[in-house]
């Protein structure tokens, strides 16, 4: 069974082809991408009409690419995959409506995928794939979650974010620090530079018991630093308060995960999301985890981000489970917001 998959959530345009039998992990056969973040970048965020319009002329240049690199013709798909949510309305209608109509040219029914369903199964196309149950920490530009996973469309949400995603906390910071976007990557770079202690940040909800995150208080202080700073503040200083909110970021992170695993029991967790691409993240979930014989595992570093590989995946993992999971109905709605333990059950 061959599956195209189409990613259009927020500003990135992907598409895939992965193969999966009965049973056993899918295979990549080919995967196409194109980021907006040069678009996107004079605005300083994603301006989602341009995302719209820019996804529509990417998506089909996209999929010939994949068909052509898979050496696959458009009678070789036997299902189509499209992310259904959560993401930009328009953006999400763009993938929708080409996934459908192809769908509906080809008769060959549709899935439509969660698209943190995505993100969190996304290791499961690496070379050291997981095993279920396992803890998923999910850190994308607009979702910071820790689920108990028990298998595919089995999400348990042990706990999240009550304001700001971890990305946010990246991309609002780097643009207090004048970086471009997105501002993860961009932080991260600056603060390789800086000294992590220089600055006292907070660590919300740090001791709170509870699996909650909190982000918006530490931007706060963020701000406030930058604030005594001034315009003429110096490059050193730059980089460690970028080093600093870095360092703030992930120790909440890598502790609620640490103390997930500790409630559950579990012996396994997954990383997944653009955040999951963080260096510094990964060193020190890595060592905490090595300490209590955890196994940790990420997606391809090239499919942390957003991804079309990831969606033909869950789409793959769903069918596999659940054949009543693709549809022939190709009156897509899309759902902006979705609520992944709503996935929980079928897709439709
Ligand atoms: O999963 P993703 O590609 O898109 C969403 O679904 O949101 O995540 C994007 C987020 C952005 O906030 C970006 O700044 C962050 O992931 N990100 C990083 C890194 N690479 C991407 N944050 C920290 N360090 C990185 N290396
Ligand atoms: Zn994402």
């Known amino acids: 069974m061959n599956i195209l998959g189409i990613e259009s959530s927020c500003d990135e345009t992907g598409v895939a082809l992965v ?147 971890a990305g946010e906390a990246f991309d609002k910071s780097a643009k207090l620090l004048g970086l471009g976007y997105p501002g993860g990557p961009a932080l991260a770079r600056l603060a390789e530079f800086g000294d992590a202690s220089s600055f006292t940040l907070p660590r919300p909800l740090l001791h709170s018991g509870t699996l909650d995150f909190s982000f918006a208080g530490l931007k706060t202080a963020v701000r406030t630093q930058a604030l005594k700073l001034g315009s003429n503040v110096c490059e050193q200083d730059k980089a460690n308060l970028a080093a600093s909110t870095q360092q703030a970021i992930v120790d909440v992170l890598v502790r609620k995960s640490v103390q997930a695993l500790r409630d559950t029991g579990l012996k396994r967790i997954v990383v997944a999301g653009g955040v999951g691409a963080n260096a510094l993240l990964r060193e020190q979930l890595n060592r905490e985890c090595a300490k209590r014989q955890v196994r940790v595992h990420y997606p391809e570093l090239a499919l942390c981000t957003d991804n079309g590989a990831m969606i033909a995946l869950a789409a793959a993992m769903r069918l596999q489970r659940d054949s009543a999971a693709a549809s022939t109905d190709y009156a897509f709605n899309v759902l902006p917001r979705w609520p992944l333990a709503t996935a929980n059950a079928a897709v439709s």
């Open 19 to 165: 193969r999966a039998a009965a049973s056993g992990t899918p295979t990549l056969l080919a995967h196409a991408l194109h980021s907006q973040i040069d678009m996107h970048q004079a605005y300083g965020g994603v301006v989602p009409e341009l995302a719209s319009r820019d996804h529509i002329r990417r998506v089909l240049p996209l999929a010939r690419q994949v068909m052509h690199e898979a050496g696959a013709t458009l009678a070789d798909i036997d299902v189509v995959a499209y992310t259904r949510g959560p993401g930009l309305a328009g953006a999400l209608l763009v993938g929708a409506g080409v996934a459908c109509s192809l769908a509906a040219a080809l008769a060959r029914p549709v899935v439509g995928v969660h698209h943190l369903e995505g993100h969190l199964l996304s290791p499961f196309l690496s070379a050291d794939p997981p095993e279920f149950p396992f803890i998923a920490l999910l850190v994308s530009g607009g979702h910071t979650q820790l689920m108990r996973v028990e298998d595919v469309g089995r999400y348990e949400l042990l706990g999240e974010t009550i304001d700001d995603a």
